[in-house]
């Protein structure tokens, strides 16, 4: 579903589609929008939807859905984003992340390499990554974590990561999804029906301060799965 932001933020003039093959979704968990193309991960199959973005009216054409082949194999995948010419996605049910190139040219998904991180990095339930300023941050449902690593600038890998298991008053409570904006993380809790805003260091990118917050009506969550701020 998509639709039109007015002057307050509000959505108007929305409308739902359902794809037709070759581009059919199966179980959608994430979008994502990049240079003009956009990319949809479907956790049923395995599998994205890449499709072209109007920059008239916004509307999706030419949509091509892809099941990428090892040693890139999806594995339930639950989230994608893009940074600096390279595709991340998180595999939920394989506790792990692949990484892909980005062609400049046609917006097309190559080169891609799943990774299976081990302790005491390692993956539980990952459903959720974004990247800011150099870092990853992946969200761990299982444990109620995130994990940190960092960025390389040259190859797009990530390494010297660490996990995280923040404590009250700023603890997840199955946690899905995160988002960042302006120095600042927020983290989404379906369990809770709750959202966690923590302080992102400008130094090493840590997250600090962090307190858990459930808001109520008229304003209350119901599952919140996912965040994002424009």
């Known amino acids: 579903m998509y639709g039109e932001s007015g002057t307050d933020g509000t959505l108007s003039g929305c409308n739902t589609v359902v794809p037709a093959a070759p581009g059919a979704l199966n179980t959608p968990t994430s979008i994502t929008i990049n240079n003009g193309y956009v990319y949809i991960a479907n956790g049923s199959d395995n599998s994205y939807t890449q499709c072209t973005v109007s ?5 999706l054409s030419g949509c091509n859905t892809v099941v990428p082949a090892a040693p890139g194999a999806f594995h339930d995948p639950s989230s994608i984003t893009i940074n600096n010419g ?5 595999n939920s049910g394989g506790n792990s992340y692949t990484q892909c190139t980005v062609s400049g040219a046609n917006g097309t998904l190559s080169g891609c390499n799943t990774v ?3 302790a005491p990095s390692a993956l539980n339930t990952p459903t959720s990554i974004t990247i800011n300023n150099g870092y990853a941050y992946i969200i761990n449902y299982s444990d109620n974590s995130y994990m940190q690593c960092t960025v390389s600038g040259a190859n797009g890998t990530l390494s ?19 988002t960042i904006n302006n120095g600042y993380a927020y983290i989404t809790n379906i369990d809770a029906n709750s959202y966690t805003q923590c302080t992102v260091s400008g130094t090493d990118g840590t997250l600090s301060g962090c307190n858990t917050v459930i808001p109520a009506a008229p304003g ?9 701020i424009n």
């Open 55 to 59: 920059g008239a009216d916004g509307t």
């Open 86 to 90: 390279y595709a991340y996605i998180t």
């Open 116 to 118: 299976v991180p081990a």
């Open 160 to 178: 010297g990561c660490n996990t995280v298991i923040p404590a009250a008053p700023g603890a997840l409570n199955g946690p899905t999804s995160i």
């Open 220 to 228: 209350a969550f119901n599952g919140p799965a996912s965040i994002t």
